[in-house]
C-alpha cells in the first residue's frame, strides 16, 4: 500500500515539472507604441483688430419739436397728417381768424386817423416855430403846439406797434412748421379748440438720429468726440449703422458715477426709428499689422502667489500658453496678449507669423508631445 502511493506522489511530481513553462521564466518582448495625439492647428496672421466698448442705449430724433397754436381758437384746416413729410415754413393748419382780422382793420383804420392828425399839428408846429423866432406868438402858445405835436407823434407809434402786434397774431392762425422733418404727433382734430399748453403737432427731424450713452468713470479716459460708433437693432438683424460720438459730456453724475455721450447715426432712409432699442460698439482703439490668433487655442493657467505676510497677502496671477507645432512635436509657448474683439486675439510676444498653433486638443498636450495633425484651419 505504501508503495502504491509512493509511486501515484512521482507520477504527480513528474506531470507538474512537465507542465509548458514551469520553472522557468518566459522572456516577454512587448513594446509599448508611443501616444500620438491628433490636433487642429492654424497659422499666426497679421491683421488689423479693434477695442471696443459695449454700451445700450435708445434712439431717439436728432431733433425734435413741439408745435404750439398761439392763437386759442378754433381750427379750420389740416394741412398735414402723422408720417407727412415737411419742410421748414410748410403750413401745418389754421385757426379761425375772424376777430382777429377785424382788430386788424380797426388798427390799421386808427393809424391811419392818427397819422392825418399828426401831420396836421406837424404844419402847425412848423408855423409856429417860425413866429416864435419872429416873436409872434408867446412862449406859451409855442410850448401848447409842441405838446401837440408830441402827443400826435406819441399816439402814432403807439397806433403803430399796436398794428402790427395785430398783424402778427393775424399771422399766427397759420401754424407753420418751424424746422424740416415728419409729423410724429397730431393732438387736435378739425374743428378743436387748441389750447397753448397742449402742441398742436410734434416734428421729428430723423435725417439723422441720436443715441445717448452713460459711461462709468473708469471709461471715460478712452472715449472722445469722433470715435466710429457700431450700432445694431433687433429689427435689423445681422445688419450694422455706422455713427460717430458727437459729444461727450464734461460733468459726472454724481449719483451713477457715469458721464453722458450722445451718438449720432445718419438716417437718410429713416430705417431707424425714435424708441428702437440698439447695442453701440464704441471703437477706442485700433491697431494694424499685429499678430493675431483665435482666443480658443489659448490655454490660461490660474496661480496664487503669497507674498509673506498675513495670510490674506496674495497675488493673483495669469498665465497664458499656446502650444505651437514642429515635425509633428508640441512645443508649450507663453504669451502675452493685448486686445480681444470677437473671439481674435493680438498677440504682443511670444509667437511669430506663419507658426503653427494647435486649436483643438491642447488641453492633452504636454510639452515635447508627439502629435498628428487633422484639420489646418480657422475653426468655424
Known sequence: MKLIMNFSITILIAMVLLLPGCGKTRNTNIVQEEKIIPVNVTDVVSGSIENKIRFLGDIKAYQEVNVYATVPEQI???????????????LLATVKDVSIR????????????????YENVNT????????????????????????????????????????KSAKE?????????PISGIISARNFNLGDLTSPQLPAFTIVNMQKVKIYIDIVENQIS????????????????????????????????PMTRSARAEIVIDNADFRLK????????????QKNNVLLIPSYSIIEKTNLEYLGGEVSNTKISVDKYVYTVKDSIAIRQPLVTGI?????????????????????????????????????GIES
Open 340 to 376: 480681444e474683439d470677437m473671439g481674435i486675439v493680438e498677440v504682443i510676444s511670444g509667437l511669430h507669423l506663419n507658426d503653427v498653433i494647435v486649436t483643438l486638443g491642447q488641453y492633452d498636450l504636454t510639452d515635447s508631445a508627439k502629435v498628428r495633425i487633422i484639420r489646418k
Open 169 to 177: 397774431q393775424l399771422k399766427n392762425t397759420n401754424i407753420k412748421a
Open 76 to 90: 379750420t384746416s389740416l394741412k398735414v397728417d402723422i408720417n407727412d413729410v415737411v419742410e421748414k415754413g410748410d
Open 274 to 285: 425714435p424708441g428702437m432699442y440698439a447695442t453701440v460698439d464704441i471703437i477706442t482703439k
Open 102 to 117: 377785424q382788430g386788424v382793420l380797426q388798427a390799421e383804420a386808427g393809424l391811419s386817423s392818427t397819422k392825418s392828425q
Open 124 to 163: 402847425e408846429w412848423g408855423r409856429i416855430q417860425k413866429l416864435y423866432k419872429e416873436s409872434a406868438v408867446s412862449k406859451s402858445q409855442y410850448d401848447a403846439v409842441k405838446t401837440q405835436k408830441e402827443s400826435a407823434e406819441s399816439a402814432v407809434k403807439q397806433l403803430t406797434a399796436g398794428l
Open 222 to 253: 478712452q472715449m472722445r468726440e469722433g470715435q466710429k460708433a457700431i450700432i445694431q437693432v433687433t429689427s435689423y438683424p445681422g445688419e450694422v449703422f455706422i455713427g460717430r460720438v458727437d459729444k461727450v459730456y464734461p460733468t459726472l453724475n
